[in-house]
């Protein structure tokens, strides 16, 4: 069967009809550093967005960028870089956690999958940050959603449908952000020692504060002792890391401010730029649970309030070790990979609390066999594959990534 | 403006229809329909255009409005929601065969936690309520339309409204957390919640925006934030719309994110003048009001830097605001602007489309003359910092073909916005009166797409008829 492997949006046209043509399905790819996220494929050709690749516009002063879906996100982040930018949602590389170390990740698979670091909480997820797609439909088809300017409501957001679609709702070959300064310079606080409930407690509480934290995660003590940072490694004792980010000199009045309105007695600790550098990337990729590598790994969103309770839990019930960013409201959890990888137990526990689950490593085997997103319920199931239906209605495009018959 | 045929059965079961109504929304005046009675349900925002609907229902809960749903959906009874009716597009316009659902009897808040910092309201709330309901605990929520006092979070969703603090805090998608969504089968979708990231597909994004073709907002959460130490804007005039422009360009490339960037030329500066005497120069072609946020020492310097990049672009005139009362007469010329229009000329069209910001002073100038040819006055006042511009066409609708003649102009202002890579609408929504000139945007392809997106949805194509999508004379009217 056939390997696509096109060098423009036209070569993604011909590469969807000759398969619509051939009645068998595509597996869409770009630098495929993602490829085990999702459920399975069962796709007779396979399509690589790798050729479909540069920057079309990048206007600093409008903070706007646009690239072909094809581009390898490390010449993305040089590019802002080098005008004091960056993409907002601070976006994951998840190589190491996935063992997809050699894999160079582009910008496609990042929007198809729309993973959002640390700052999401301030600066929001990789969806609120797209404000264009150009993406080819089931048909063939080439359609155009948003643009290049950030206030859009000309029929329907199809530019939010498609981040996080995993591709099983076009082949995305555009993209466009709207990008922001990078930081002029960050500072990170870690209270040390604290529980998870007290930790829980404590970043809300700097939520609640106006010195716009950019950032709030826990990590108990085990997961903490695996940081690169030895401030954090060898304190023996858990953290409470919180960041404010912004121009340097405004930095430590904020800091101060910050400590006194939280009113702790946990001893604190303050790490310089390029050790809050080190810890936030830990966070962020989520490398702190690589090893053991047999081990599942589960992304839970869930409120703020229950996410400190959960891993309490879970730890307790299914043996389940990991740490939470967002104050709470993101979970990163290591299970055993056997039988279900702690699926039911997880889900039931989320169920009261609100929220979702989704595995994001784990053998193949256990992917296929277990929902690795929340099961939806039957009428929003039954949306999606209407949905599905409307864009690409001969099911071609990375069918069943997401859910059975979508 | 041609709307689909009404259907001449569905209006001959007028009597019927009320009945049934009456019998699902049981509540005393849930059901509205005498010729009277029907009169402010007609038009919105956009006044321009009217027509009564068949009859108008005012639920109380997410059931009846399921219920009516569902029942539309049997008989093939057109069904449009309705908030407030500010709109300014004509999205919430009805049809003579239609079922208005208005949501004026749902306003609760039904839920602040301020500890997952969210609010849970019902869709008929006003938008100004969620700030009212959580500020005595240092919060509020981003989103601010103009008309923020009137209008409905419902209507905000579905039009995805944006306000003059979107630069820094994003319109409503962006501070949109759960939706309770009503289909037009009568089925209860809830949507994400009191956590940041929904499960499946992004059904949040596409429901906002979504100019209630795809269902009924009944309840929405939001996120709502902790409100900053402080905020004081500075005003800017400059002799030209190309140094204004420049001027944002520049500051926006200093690394500093204002949480306002307000654009306004000579007309609108007169005319707020005249009306409320803030202070404006008014020997300048064009003003920016420009706003920080932080501790008092953190505006200060701020306001100084952006000061220092302005200088570079030989301001006119340059006033920094000391303190609450300077802040608040800064703002008050920006804030009466349509108040100010609409004294000075009889009627006015407030378009709003969107362009690059780099791309500013090209379209004034483009608007300049289109002004200059339909020999109508334009003012512009827009949020310079997204490039989302709201033209006001100035005309008199007691002159003979004066609205024709503003409406013409409009139309090419909007397609000047699509032309210099900008769009239809940045907040007002497409409605009924920008339906024709999205084939001007998209292609055809793209247009069946998202009308075949809106059928997942909406199956039977009775939400919202004859808005968004391009309505041609030579299209079947819906199957009756
Ligand atoms: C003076 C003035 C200033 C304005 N300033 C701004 C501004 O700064 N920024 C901005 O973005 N807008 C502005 N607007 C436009 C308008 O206020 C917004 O579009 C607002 O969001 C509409 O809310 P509403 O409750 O009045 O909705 P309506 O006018 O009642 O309805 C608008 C649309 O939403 C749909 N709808 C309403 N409620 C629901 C529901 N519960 N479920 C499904 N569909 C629904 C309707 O069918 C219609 O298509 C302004 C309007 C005026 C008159």
């Not at chain 1, 996935?98 to 990740?105: C, N």
């Not at chain 1, 309490?312 to 960013?325: H, K, Q, S, V, Y």
């Not at chain 2, 200060?300 to 000061?307: G, Q, V």
């Not at chain 2, 002004?371 to 006001?392: K, S």
């Amino acid at each position: 069967m056939a390997e696509f492997a096109p060098a423009d949006e036209a070569g993604v046209v011909d590469a969807v009809r000759e398969a619509r043509a051939s009645g068998e399905a595509i597996e869409i790819g770009g630098g495929c550093s993602r490829q085990g996220f999702g459920r399975p494929v069962q796709a007779g050709h396979t399509l690589r967005l790798k050729g479909v690749s540069g920057v079309e516009l990048y206007r600093p002063g409008e903070l706007v960028l646009r690239v072909r879906a094809g581009t390898p996100l490390a010449e993305v982040e040089a590019t802002l870089d080098e005008a004091g930018q960056a993409l907002p949602f601070e976006p994951p590389d998840l190589r190491v956690l996935l063992g997809s170390d050699g894999a160079v990740p582009t910008v496609g698979g990042l929007v198809a999958t729309n993973l959002s670091g640390p700052a999401r909480i301030v600066a929001g997820a990789l969806r609120d940050s797209l404000i264009g797609v150009r993406f080819v439909d089931g048909d063939g088809e080439v359609n155009r959603s948003g643009g290049r300017v950030m206030k859009n409501v000309t029929g329907l957001d199809l530019v939010k449908l498609q981040a996080g679609a995993h591709g099983t709702l076009g082949v995305l070959t555009e993209v466009t952000f709207k990008v922001l300064p990078k930081p002029q310079d960050t500072l990170t606080i870690a209270l040390v020692g604290l529980s998870s409930e007290a930790a829980g407690e404590a970043m809300r509480a700097a939520l609640a504060t106006p010195f716009e934290v950019s950032a709030a995660a826990y990590l108990p003590n085990s997961v903490a002792a695996r940081s690169g940072v030895n401030e954090i490694a060898r304190a023996d004792a858990s953290a409470v890391l919180l960041r404010l980010a912004y121009f340097g000199e405004f930095l430590p009045r904020r800091g101060r401010d910050l400590i006194a309105a939280l009113d702790l007695a946990a001893p604190i600790v303050e790490l310089p730029a390029d050790a809050s550098a080190v810890l936030w990337r830990e966070v962020r990729d989520a490398t702190l649970l690589t090893e053991p590598r047999e081990r599942a790994v589960w992304r839970i969103s869930t409120a703020p309030t229950a996410g400190p309770g959960l891993l309490t839990m879970l730890g307790r019930e299914i043996g389940a070790e990991g740490f939470f960013d967002w104050a709470g409201g993101l979970l990163w959890l290591a299970t055993d990979a056997a039988g279900d990888a702690g699926a039911a137990r997880i889900r039931a526990a989320l169920e009261p609390l609100g929220g979702h689950a989704t595995l994001v490593r784990a053998p193949s085997p256990v992917r296929a066999a277990v929902d690795v997103f929340e099961p939806q319920p039957e009428p929003v199931l039954a949306l999606t594959k209407r949905i599905k239906a409307s864009i690409d209605p001969d099911r071609l495009l990375n069918p069943g990534r997401m859910y059975a018959g979508v | 403006m041609r709307m689909p045929e009404p259907k001449a059965a569905v209006i001959a079961r007028r009597d019927t229809i009320v009945r049934e109504l009456k019998r699902l929304c049981p509540a005393p005046e849930a059901v509205i329909d005498g010729d009277d009675a029907l009169r402010p349900y007609e038009t919105d925002g956009l006044s321009a255009y009217r027509q009564a609907p068949l009859a108008v229902v005012l639920p109380q809960s997410t059931e009846e409005v399921a219920a009516v749903l569902r029942y539309c959906r049997d008989e093939g009874i057109p069904v449009l929601g309705r908030g407030a009716g500010t709109s300014l597009s004509g999205g919430a316009m009805p049809t003579a065969d239609g079922v208005v659902i208005s949501m004026m009897k749902m306003r609760d808040v039904l839920d602040l936690d301020f500890e997952n910092r969210t609010a849970t309201i019902e869709a008929g709330t006003t938008n100004i309520a969620i700030t009212q309901a959580c500020e005595h605990e240092g919060f509020f929520y981003a989103p601010d339309p103009s008309s923020q006092l009137a209008c409905s979070i419902g209507g905000n969703v579905a039009n995805n409204a944006g306000g003059a603090h979107c630069l820094k805090y994003g319109v409503t998608t962006n501070n949109l957390l759960g939706v309770k969504l009503v289909t037009l089968d009568g089925e209860v979708l809830e949507i994400g919640g009191k956590y940041l990231e929904p499960a499946g597909l992004d059904l949040l994004g596409l429901v906002c925006g979504s100019e209630g073709q795809l269902g009924i907002i009944t309840e929405v959460t939001v996120r709502i934030l902790r409100a900053p130490e402080g905020a004081r804007p500075m005003l800017l005039g400059f002799q030209s719309n190309e140094q204004a422009g420049a001027c944002v360009d520049a500051i926006i490339n200093s690394g500093i994110i204002p949480v306002a960037l307000e654009f306004m030329d000579r007309p609108a500066i007169h005319a707020v003048e005249a009306f409320v005497h803030a202070g404006y120069p008014l020997d300048v072609e064009a003003v920016l009001i420009i706003e920080v946020e932080g501790s008092e020492a953190e505006i200060d310097t701020l306001l100084e830097r952006i000061a220092e990049i302005a200088a570079r672009f030989e301001p006119a005139f340059s006033r920094i605001s000391r303190d609450a009362q300077e802040a608040a007469a800064i703002w008050l010329g920006r804030k009466s602007a349509f108040g100010a229009i609409g004294r000075i000329s009889p009627d006015y069209i407030c378009i709003d489309g969107t362009i690059p910001t780099s791309k500013l002073p090209e379209t004034l100038h483009h608007i300049g003359d289109l002004g200059r040819t339909y020999g109508l006055e334009i003012a512009n006042i827009f949020h310079a910092g997204d490039g989302n511009l709201h033209p006001l066409i100035l005309y008199n609708a007691n002159a003979e073909g004066e609205l024709a003649k503003a409406e013409r102009c409009a139309a090419d202002i909007l397609k000047l916005c699509v032309d210099m890579e900008g769009c239809l609408s940045g907040e007002h929504g497409v409605g009924i009166e920008k339906r024709e000139l999205m084939r001007y945007q998209f292609t055809a392809a793209e247009l069946a797409l998202q009308e075949r997106v809106k059928h997942a949805f909406d199956r039977e194509g009775l939400l919202n008829v004859g808005k968004v999508f391009p309505f041609d004379e030579d299209r079947p009217a819906e199957a009756a």
